[in-house]
Every structure is written in structure tokens, then in C-alpha cells.
């Protein structure tokens, strides 16, 4: 499903129904585990939904009713014709759907970074949280991000917009600059969203020196680590107007988690956003005190509804006070300030070393030339342990950063085992969900396939 605008009015006219609804991109399997009673697509990919529908539903059972937005075929539902007034609007009533704590009110996909993806319960009563935690946006603002409706960045983005009165710009595209320098340029977005790979790319692009960003006040980014040499040079462009950046860290499971709205404090997230609450705890399950690193379990106002039709992961993703397992391994500093530190799944040991891409990551990012980089841990040639490698995307005008370069310096900076044993590799681009994170497993497989292709060649 687009970003577009009836999709928008389909939504707020179907919001109070008693019906579940699934956000979801058709190239996703959540049908099966979802089974949609009512299912809403763009012309361009009926086709790819209908096939879909037809694989999940089981056999004897009737498919769902599937509208199709502005569409010239003859032979589907038009989504339009539910717009159409019946004469009895004035007449309506929203019937009362129970308890807002336990109500289903849609479903999102979980970011799929990691594994695969999962569908998020939404609850009522987590819409209006998610609602109520949008105060820190400049009033009236003009609101602009690629993040679909299936994330929980497009999703809050859209409740936003709804409850505060501000405009919210879309677009049918992925991700490309000349969409984000428009919104910029002809509508005047002042609050703009990005993850730090779109964001780079966006500072990499000459059209930067161009267009005028006097409308931006704030620059939110996350979804993963974000180097400070990035926020740098965000912060650089946006400062003679007075715009900043705003580091955000959460989930599609609890939403908000911190952000460094008061102040920014080097590789910190932020402080943490009111009505949250958060615990460290080590392998043994002991809490943490200040500065102790481990994984960051969080608990909201409004606790997560679990994962539909996934009762096992539902129960292993909260401990017995209801927190949530973020996976990610984090520290809070004396003034309150939350420190992500990386992806318990992403570390890997080097020699029974413990090895954190994000360290190697931070130092990387700094090198001149660099655009993107993913350090992944790969089997040695014994298959006894890992070893670190690099997996860059250089600059537009840095075709002379090599391999040797990169191992050099970031050799003289960490400890032998953290050494980049495992090679240095240049690509066009890095393998990324659809919402700008890496997938650092398909960038395993790819250096992987690399390097068996390399060797059966020799």
C-alpha cells in the first residue's frame, strides 16, 4: 500500500469500526498470520495482493473483499465508491468496542532488521499514547518522512497530524532526495524524519549546497545508530535558521522510548520521554545501576498488546513485571541520559572476545570518503570463530578510499581483536529494510557469497 491521500480518508472512516486493521506491504507474509477480513490495495499491485489472498486462504474459506484505489478496471471493488454519502453520516454512532486497554485497533510490522517481521498489536488506548506523545513538535508545523503506514514512524506520523492540526506531506515514492528536497523547497516541511542511511545519503548529494532548509526546525532521526559525525553535519546545515537535529530511540512494540529534545549529549539517544520506565540488567537478569551496560527493558503508560497470532513471542518478549525486551544494549549516564550501545544479536566474539559492531561502526563513519558502513561478524576459514569486517558505501567523489586505508586507521585505534580481520568490502549500496535499516544478515550473506565466489575462481 502508497502513502496517498484516500487511502487516508478510507482510514479515518474505518478507524472506529469493530474490525482488526492490518497495515501491511504486500511483498510481506502477514496475510497468513493476520487473515484480513477486508483488504484495501493500489492499482499497480492488485495483482501481487490478490495472488497473496490466494495463497492464505484456506481451502472452502471466501476471500476477503479487496477495494482497489483509483483504478479504471472494470472487474474490482473501487475504493471510492465507500466514500460516497449514504444521506445517514448525521445519524451515525460509534458503537462501543469494550475495554480501550484491550481492543485491537490496528496491527504494524515489527522493523524485520533482525528476523522476520511480526505483527505489533496496536491497542486503542496505545493510539491515543502514541498521540499524546507528540509534544515536541514545533506548532503549526509541516510534517514530511517516507516511512509507510506498516512502521510505526508512518503510522504515528499520520495519528500526529490527525490530532494536532498539522500538514502532513506524502509521497507514492521510496526513498530518493529530489522528493526530500522538494517537501523542503516548494512545502516548506519544518519537521522532517529520516534514518541515519537516508540521511546520509541526503548530505551526500550536491543538492544540498542548493536547496534553502530555512523551514526546518527539527530533523528527527533514528531507527539505528546514528554517528555523531552525521548529526554533525546535519547540525551545521540547519543552525543559521535555528533548526537541530533530535535523536529518537524506540520501537514498534512500546513506541517512544528517549529523545534528546533539552539538550544533545554526545552518542547519547536522550532522556526518557515521560510515562516510560526502563530497567538494565545483566545475563543473570540482575538490575543495573548507573553507567552498568545491558539489555534495556522498557515499560510504557500503555503496554505492549503482544504479537498477533504469536502467543509464544508475546510471552518471551516481557519479563514477569510486564517490561519489554528491547535486545539492545544500553547504559544511562548520572543525568538521566539513555546510551544505546548495539543489538544484543549483533554482537559477536572474536576469540571468546566480545565485538560490538556500533564501536567499529562509530570509528568507520568518521573516515573521509565514508557514506554508509556495516561491520558483520564472519566464520574464519576454521569455522572456530568470527572476525570483524567492514562493509562500506563510499561517497560520490571518493573513489580513491581503498580497503588498506581503512584497516589502517581503524587498526590504530581498538585493541588486536577488534582488528578488521575480516576484510574491507566496497558495494554501491547496503541491503535495507524498507524503512532505511540495514539488514545485517543479507550484508552477511552478501560478503559471504563474495568471498565463496572469490575462491571458487582462483
Not at 492499482?43 to 501481487?48: H, I, L
Not at 587498526?411 to 540495514?438: A, C, M
Request: glycine fraction near 8%; charged fraction near 25%; hydrophobic fraction near 40%.
Amino acid at each position: 500500500m502508497e502513502n496517498h491521500c484516500p487511502y487516508y480518508d478510507e482510514k479515518t472512516r474505518t478507524w472506529y469500526g469493530p474490525s482488526k486493521k492490518m497495515l501491511f506491504n504486500p511483498e510481506a507474509s502477514m496475510g497468513q498470520t493476520t487473515k484480513p477480513k477486508l483488504v484495501f490495495c493500489d492499482d499497480n499491485n492488485y495483482e501481487v495482493v490478490r495472488s497473496a489472498l490466494e495463497r492464505v486462504v484456506a481451502d472452502g474459506e471466501q476471500m476477503p473483499p479487496l477495494y482497489v484505489l483509483e483504478s479504471d478496471r472494470k472487474d474490482v471493488k473501487h475504493a471510492e465508491d465507500l466514500l460516497k454519502e449514504t444521506g445517514q453520516e448525521e445519524k451515525f454512532v460509534a458503537p462501543y468496542l469494550g475495554d480501550s486497554h484491550t481492543t485491537l485497533a490496528v496491527i504494524l510490522c515489527s522493523s524485520g532488521s533482525s528476523g522476520a517481521h511480526k505483527g505489533v498489536r496496536v491497542t486503542n488506548a496505545f493510539c491515543a499514547y502514541l498521540a499524546a506523545m507528540d509534544d515536541f513538535s514545533p506548532v503549526p508545523y509541516v510534517e514530511f518522512r517516507f516511512s509507510s503506514l506498516y512502521w510505526l514512524s508512518g503510522f504515528l506520523s499520520m495519528v500526529g497530524a490527525f490530532c494536532s492540526g498539522a500538514i502532513r506531506l506524502f509521497t507514492r515514492n521510496g526513498f530518493n532526495e529530489q522528493d526530500f528536497f522538494d517537501a523542503i523547497e516548494k512545502h516548506r516541511a519544518s519537521f522532517i524524519f529520516t534514518p541515519p542511511a537516508h540521511a546520509s545519503a541526503i548530505l551526500a548529494h550536491p543538492g544540498t549546497k542548493t536547496v534553502d532548509f530555512s523551514s526546518v526546525r527539527r530533523w528527527l532521526i533514528g531507527g539505528s545508530f546514528v554517528p555523531e559525525k552525521l548529526r554533525d553535519r546535519m547540525d551545521a546545515l540547519l543552525a543559521s535558521t535555528g533548526g537541530r537535529s533530535i535523536s529518537m530511540y524506540g520501537s514498534s512494540e512500546v513506541g517512544g522510548v528517549a529523545m534528546d529534545v533539552a539538550k544533545r549529549v554526545p552518542n547519547a539517544v536522550g532522556s526518557l520521554l515521560t510515562n516510560v520506565m526502563v530497567r538494565i540488567i545483566d545475563d543473570n537478569g540482575h538490575r543495573l545501576g548507573i553507567g552498568g551496560k545491558g539489555e534495556i527493558l522498557v515499560k510504557a503508560v500503555e503496554e505492549l498488546g503482544g504479537y498477533y497470532g504469536n502467543v509464544e513471542a508475546s510471552v518471551a518478549a516481557k519479563d514477569a513485571d510486564g517490561f519489554f525486551r528491547t535486545g539492545d544494549v544500553a547504559y544511562i549516564d548520572e543525568e538521566g541520559y539513555l546510551y544505546v550501545v548495539d543489538r544484543q544479536k549483533d554482537i559477536f566474539k572474536y576469540r571468546n572476545y566480545q565485538i560490538s559492531p556500533s564501536d567499529l561502526e562509530a570509528i568507520i563513519s568518521r573516515i573521509e570518503g565514508v557514506q554508509d558502513v556495516c561491520v558483520v561478524g564472519l566464520p574464519d576459514e576454521d569455522n572456530a570463530t568470527d572476525v570483524p569486517a567492514a562493509v562500506i558505501v563510499r561517497l560520490p567523489d571518493a573513489s580513491s578510499l581503498d580497503a588498506t586505508q581503512v584497516r589502517n586507521i581503524v587498526d590504530n585505534q581498538v585493541s588486536d581483536f577488534k582488528r578488521l580481520r575480516g576484510g574491507v568490502y566496497f558495494v554501491e549500496e547496503l541491503p535495507k529494510t524498507h524503512s532505511g535499516k540495514i539488514l545485517r544478515r543479507k550484508v552477511a550473506e552478501m560478503v559471504s557469497l563474495q568471498i565463496a565466489s572469490f575462491k571458487t575462481h582462483v
